[in-house]
């Protein structure tokens, strides 16, 4: 089971900061095996396919993308490294690209004269999202909370994740 990872809201869904990578997910093994257990381990997306294969006892094709993370086919060297990719918000294109390792997180921006918060209509509408793009525009917000709204942003970001978990020192 894996949930979603936070519709609308700024720096959530779409967006390459933790808040809008990281989502939740349980597995169950067969025979509750490591039950009640936790991993830390990169797992992206794309690893799921290749990952439910295996764990059905199936090799993954060697043209699926993603690696199977558990079951008969489980890769013994695990990704150091996952790789972030955001393109489209609705009817906006934008072109971010994103490396993280445990501890960093390198992020850059192809195109500096767009906001981070790009006019999404759907989230424009939300009373959250207007509330705070009128708390911006009347100078109330502090400089963290202002960051996202800003009518630019940074070609690069890089961040300690270990000392800055919610990336606001670049």
């Given at each position: 089971?894996?949930?979603?990872?936070?519709?609308?809201?700024p720096r959530?869904?779409?967006?390459?900061?933790e808040?809008?990578?990281?989502v939740?997910?349980?597995?169950?093994?067969?025979?509750?095996a490591?039950?009640g257990?936790?991993?830390?381990?990169?797992?992206?997306?794309?690893d799921?396919?290749p990952?439910?294969?295996?764990?059905?006892?199936?090799?993954?094709?060697?043209?699926?993308q993603?690696?199977?993370?558990?079951g008969?086919y489980?890769?013994?060297?695990?990704?150091k490294?996952?790789?972030h990719t955001s393109?489209r918000f609705?009817?906006?294109?934008?072109?971010?690209?994103?490396?993280r390792?445990?501890?960093?997180?390198?992020?850059k921006?192809?195109?500096?004269?767009?906001?981070?918060?790009?006019?999404?209509?759907?989230?424009e509408?939300?009373p959250?999202?207007?509330?705070?793009?009128r708390l911006?525009?009347?100078g109330?917000l502090?400089?963290?909370?202002?960051?996202?709204?800003?009518?630019?942003?940074?070609?690069?970001?890089?961040y300690d994740?270990?000392?800055?978990?919610?990336?606001?020192n670049?």
């Open positions: 089971f894996y949930g979603d990872h936070g519709g609308p809201f959530h869904k779409r967006a390459l900061y808040t809008g990578t990281k939740p997910m349980v597995i169950k093994f067969p025979g509750n490591n039950a257990a936790s991993d830390d381990r990169f797992i992206s997306f794309i799921l396919a990952t439910v294969l295996s764990l059905s006892g199936i090799e993954p094709p060697m043209v699926m993603g690696i199977a993370q558990f008969k489980e890769v013994v060297e695990k990704p490294y996952t790789f393109d609705d009817g906006v294109y934008d072109r971010l690209r994103a490396v390792s445990k501890r960093y997180k390198y992020m921006s192809f195109d500096t004269t767009l906001s981070h918060a790009l006019p999404v209509k759907y989230r509408q939300m959250m999202m207007r509330e705070l793009s911006y525009a009347a109330e502090n400089e963290n909370q202002a960051r996202w709204l800003h009518p630019t942003k940074p070609a690069e970001e890089l994740l270990q000392k800055d978990p919610y990336e606001l670049n």
